[in-house]
Nanobody
Framework: QVQLVESGGGLVQAGGSLRLSCAASGRTDSTYSTYTMGWFRQAPGKEREFVAGMRGIDGTTYYVDSVLGRFTIVRDNAKNTVYLQMNSLKDEDTAVYYC????????????????????WGQGTQVTVSS
């Protein structure tokens, strides 16, 4: 089992930046560095949506169009931690952000589907004020 804990959320003004962290513990042997990672978010009254992902096999990254150019997913294997750097934040980025991990090195065309990920964190709230 892998446990994921997100941190770094908070209140920020529109145009500002935040960096979310997702620290893993438990079964984080050498294979964890090849897990596919994802960040999802859920805004009030909306379904959870994919935000960003990183393919385990080669580090290829994926982003939803609404955050492209503003958000960056980064991985530090030495710390078993994945980050989501969020810049130029907008009101519509307000949501609870979740980190997810899956042992698959490549989820193929399904990297954005939450039911493909085995492990989830508890979420961290991001609130953007205008």
């Amino acid at each position: 089992q892998v446990q994921l804990v997100e941190s770094g959320g908070g209140l920020v003004q529109a145009g500002g930046s935040l960096r979310l962290s997702c620290a893993a513990s438990g079964r984080t042997d050498s294979t964890y560095s090849t897990y596919t990672m994802g960040w999802f978010r859920q805004a009030p009254g909306k379904e959870r949506e994919f935000v960003a992902g990183m393919r385990g096999i080669d580090g290829t990254t994926y982003y939803v169009d609404s955050v492209l150019g503003r958000f960056t997913i980064v991985r530090d294997n030495a710390k078993n931690t994945v980050y989501l750097q969020m810049n130029s934040l907008k009101d519509e980025d307000t949501a609870v952000y979740y980190c997810a991990a899956d042992p698959a090195r490549d989820l193929g065309a399904y990297y954005s589907q939450e039911n493909r990920y085995d492990y989830w964190g508890q979420g961290t709230q991001v609130t953007v004020s205008s």
